[in-house]
T-cell receptor, first 113, second 116 residues
Framework: DAGITQSPRHKVTETGTPVTLRCHQT?????MYWYRQDPGHGLRLIHYSYGVKDTDKGEVSDGYSVSRSKTEDFLLTLESATSSQTSVYFC????????????FGPGTRLTVL | AQKVTQAQTEISVVEKEDVTLDCVYETRDTTYYLFWYKQPPSGELVFLIR??????QNEISGRYSWNFQKSTSSFNFTITASQVVDSAVYFC?????????????FGSGTQLTVLP
């Protein structure tokens, strides 16, 4: 299994508070991704990174920001959480543009009250 | 924009039955990649297979087989002699090579329940 961890695994927070989710990999893969999973929608891409300090938006990026200061860590921040951001968040990694398969972390269940 | 449709929201079968999960995709790219992932009740996402658009050979791995047909834009997944442990949500996904299509687009998933 790919070495991907996510923290925290579960979080309950209140509307308006900032939240940061962390994804850590030990595979030294170049690409990292954040997805959210909601019933009826499958997984949707929030942001991704193609290298240290190189990030770009995905399909559902509004209300989220990311940072990648080291190869192994990719942070997802909700600046002011809303109830619509209640979801399960998955981090994924892939080795390169040529090696396309993405491997996923265990997920973080976030509840915004 | 690319799209993946998994029309079967839920399927229920009895153990040892064969079951096919359908996946239909849309893309403008002539080169693309198709994937299947499994999400068991524990919640993690497990990679099952990747298929390139230029390789239309069907693939078999144990009880699993995949039927890729470019003519109908389908990449169906068959489980032979299903087992209770096959109960999971299965996602089909598509990745193109141009612009935003280079990102992975998922279908909404098919919940498979295998009854003992």
């Amino acid at each position: 299994d790919a070495g991907i961890t996510q923290s925290p695994r579960h979080k309950v927070t209140e509307t308006g508070t900032p939240v940061t989710l962390r994804c850590h990999q030990t595979e030294n893969h170049r690409y990292m991704y954040w997805y959210r999973q909601d019933p009826g929608h499958g997984l949707r891409l929030i942001h991704y990174s193609y290298g240290v300090k190189d990030t770009d938006k995905g399909e559902v990026s509004d209300g989220y920001s990311v940072s990648r200061s080291k190869t192994e860590d990719f942070l997802l921040t909700l600046e002011s959480a809303t109830s619509s951001q209640t979801s399960v968040y998955f981090c994924a990694i892939s080795e390169s543009e040529q090696v396309l398969t993405q491997f996923f972390g265990p997920g973080t269940r976030l509840t915004v009250l | 924009a690319q799209k993946v449709t998994q029309a079967q929201t839920e399927i229920s079968v009895v153990e040892k039955e064969d079951v096919t999960l359908d996946c239909v995709y849309e893309t403008r790219d002539t080169t693309y990649y198709l994937f299947w992932y499994k999400q068991p009740p524990s919640g993690e996402l497990v990679f099952l297979i990747r298929r390139n658009s230029f390789d239309e050979q069907n693939e078999i791995s144990g009880r699993y087989s995949w039927n890729f047909q470019k003519s109908t834009s389908s990449f169906n997944f068959t489980i032979t002699a299903s087992q209770v442990v096959d109960s999971a949500v299965y996602f089909c996904a598509l990745r193109g090579i141009s612009g935003s299509a280079r990102q992975l687009t998922f279908g909404s998933g098919t919940q498979l329940t295998v009854l003992p």
